[in-house]
């Protein structure tokens, strides 16, 4: 059963994560086991995860086949317009962006794990997401901070 994003509702909303991904991009979806091993550890301890596509042609159909082929573990809302990404400034996928009441702290990569076009690292050496996290959960009060993404253009992130 695919969560819907009326259920965060019921989630603790002060910090939650907000992921902008695509099915048709190769690094989004390498980075599925890494999301849901995040959600795993972090939704119990009452931090939101919801993944946003924003994808002019995907159906809800085939978001929900991919979350299902994918073992998705957060709500999966379509963003065909790209109306969340601009919101929040993402620009590529996939691209992270943490908030704490409306505050947004973070927004960029997911860890280091790509490089540059076409270069990753077997393993990352920064995991920027879960560290803002951990920060976060120890009552640490980060700074702003942006960190540079690398992957798949979010088509209509410049177009209304």
Same mark, same amino acid.
């Not at 994560?17 to 086991?33: D, G, H, K, T």
């Not at 073992?71 to 317009?81: G, N, R, S």
């Given at each position: 059963?695919?969560?819907?994003?009326?259920?965060? !509702?019921?989630?603790? %909303? =002060?910090?939650?994560?907000?992921?902008?991904?695509?099915?048709?991009? @190769?690094?989004?979806?390498?980075?599925?086991? %890494?999301?849901? $091993?995040?959600?795993?550890? *972090? =939704?119990?301890?009452?931090?939101?995860?919801?993944? *946003?596509?924003? #994808?002019?042609?995907? +159906?809800?159909? $085939?978001?929900?086949?991919?979350?299902?082929?994918?073992?998705? =573990?957060?709500?999966?809302?379509?963003?065909?317009?790209? /109306?969340?990404? /601009?919101?929040?400034? !993402?620009?590529? +996928?996939?691209?992270?962006?943490?908030?704490?009441?409306?505050?947004?702290?973070?927004?960029? /990569?997911?860890?280091? /794990? *790509?490089?540059?076009?076409?270069?990753?690292? @077997? #393993?990352?050496?920064? $995991?920027?997401?879960? #560290?803002?996290?951990?920060?976060?959960?120890?009552?640490? =009060?980060?700074? @702003?901070?942006? +960190?540079?993404?690398?992957?798949?253009?979010?088509? +209509?992130?410049?177009?209304?």
């Amino acid at each position: 059963m695919l969560l819907t994003l009326p259920l965060l !509702a019921h989630a603790v %909303e =002060q910090i939650r994560v907000e992921l902008f991904l695509a099915i048709e991009c @190769p690094i989004s979806n390498r980075y599925v086991p %890494e999301l849901n $091993r995040l959600a795993h550890t *972090y =939704q119990p301890g009452g931090i939101a995860f919801c993944a *946003y596509f924003p #994808e002019p042609g995907l +159906t809800q159909p $085939r978001l929900d086949q991919w979350a299902k082929d994918f073992a998705i =573990q957060f709500p999966v809302v379509l963003d065909t317009k790209a /109306r969340q990404a /601009r919101s929040t400034g !993402a620009t590529l +996928t996939p691209e992270a962006a943490i908030f704490k009441a409306s505050r947004l702290l973070y927004r960029g /990569r997911i860890d280091d /794990r *790509y490089v540059s076009w076409g270069k990753s690292r @077997p #393993e990352p050496s920064h $995991r920027d997401l879960a #560290e803002t996290l951990d920060q976060l959960l120890a009552g640490k =009060q980060p700074a @702003p901070r942006f +960190t540079k993404a690398w992957g798949c253009f979010i088509e +209509t992130a410049t177009h209304p």
